[in-house]
């Protein structure tokens, strides 16, 4: 095995455990809290879990304050590490039905420090991955996310169903603990990475750039419905009667198999069409995906080959959907700023998704879930168009 293969394998398995149980608490919750009679605002409400994503490119500074002579970055992920380790442990103590808000806290301070724990991570990368090698591990981080998918919104769904939510926590934990152990295959130079540092002007410049406003509205909506409708996916299927144990194997297993290889589809179609015409047909199949949910309520027909046939179009439509927002949002870094302008973008996408998630779970609470999939049809109907007759690149 060749220098480059074992990096990304090294960096796959930190990327997966790093990120396994923040899938868990955004993607798996969801049909815990539906199985226990939450509202489904609730639900919703536990989307802010991911406002630290919002704010990751102001978490920095420490990072690059506070220096350690050897193996900087290694330090920082170990220490940062440990502390994600014993807050998971915390979450295992916490109970929903004794106090939902405490549990809301716990796991929002959890994932707050999992969002400063991928700063050091990634600049880890970039200082070990040489130019020629980035490519190659950009491609392994995506499987990675899948495999945390997997593993956090199917797997330890499974896991909750046989041992309980203190079990599954503590496994968790355990899980990333071990996985800390990779490190020591990294070899960190003691050469120091100048990272350029937030400034206003930086901020503002980039909203100054010539046909910026179109991006900004696709970067906020175009993925926004779509990931709505995925959020919701597990509690909408335990409300039509399938199983706990079915739902996460379904959606979390297969649905997360399916992504990987929308995944890899997105990534030869991108070769072949435009920017534009790619957002168009991916677009298109979003607005499909939420009219077969439509269909599916209004005609109440939910057997074997329709719920598999959701699962495969919705999962594909969140790996295409995603695959080239974040393409784009390479392509909209400045050359000049390419870390800040990233964050900026990653922000505002992180923004989005948490408030339409919030949205999504008024809808189904007052008007029940075909009026979410209407809407969210139409509010994907409306930014393809949006985007037919303004975006020009």
Not at 30 to 52: E, N, R, Y
């Amino acid at each position: 095995m060749n220098q480059l293969a074992k990096k990304n394998i090294v960096f796959g398995i930190l990327v997966t455990s790093f990120y396994t149980p923040i899938v868990f608490f955004l993607m798996g919750l969801p049909m815990i809290l539906q199985v226990k009679g939450f509202d489904p605002s609730t639900i919703g409400i536990f989307q802010a879990l991911g406002l630290p994503m919002v704010i990751k490119f102001l978490l920095s500074p420490p990072v690059d304050q506070i220096v350690f002579e050897t193996n900087h970055y290694k330090k920082w992920i170990v220490f940062t590490g440990i502390f994600y380790v014993l807050f998971l442990f915390g979450v295992s103590f916490v109970s929903l039905e004794d106090n939902i808000y405490l549990v809301f806290g716990v796991i929002f301070c959890t994932t707050l420090v999992a969002t400063f724990l991928d700063i050091p991570l990634n600049a880890l990368a970039i200082k070990v991955f040489h130019k020629d090698e980035r490519m190659s591990a950009g491609s392994y981080k995506m499987s990675a996310y899948f495999a945390a998918g997997l593993l956090g919104g199917g797997v330890f769904l499974l896991v909750f169903n046989r041992l309980g939510w203190q079990n599954t926590f503590v496994i968790i934990a355990l899980f990333v603990l071990v996985s800390l152990l990779a490190l020591y295959f990294i070899h960190e130079s003691d050469e120091k990475i100048e990272e350029q540092k937030v400034s206003l002007k930086t901020l503002i410049t980039f909203f100054k750039q010539e046909n910026i406003g179109i991006w900004i509205f696709v970067l906020m909506f175009y993925f926004a419905f779509i990931s709505a409708i995925w959020v919701f996916m597990k509690p909408y299927l335990i409300s039509k009667g399938i199983t706990p144990d079915e739902v996460a194997f379904y959606v979390g297993v297969y649905g997360s198999i399916v992504g990987f290889i929308g995944g890899v589809v997105a990534s030869f179609v991108g070769k072949i069409y435009s920017k534009k015409t790619i957002l168009i047909l991916f677009g298109v199949f979003n607005i499909l995906s939420a009219l077969i949910l439509v269909m599916i309520e209004y005609f109440d027909m939910l057997n074997f080959i329709f719920l598999m046939s959701i699962v495969t179009i919705a999962s594909t439509a969140i790996a295409f959907s995603s695959a080239i927002i974040f393409s784009l949002i390479m392509d909209y870094s400045r050359s000049s700023s390419k870390a800040i302008d990233y964050a900026i973008q990653s922000s505002l996408f992180s923004l989005m998704r948490i408030f339409s998630a919030i949205i999504a779970g008024v809808f189904v609470s007052n008007l029940g879930y075909t009026s979410m999939f209407v809407f969210e049809s139409l509010a994907m109907f409306f930014v393809v168009f949006v985007i037919y007759r303004f975006y020009i690149k």
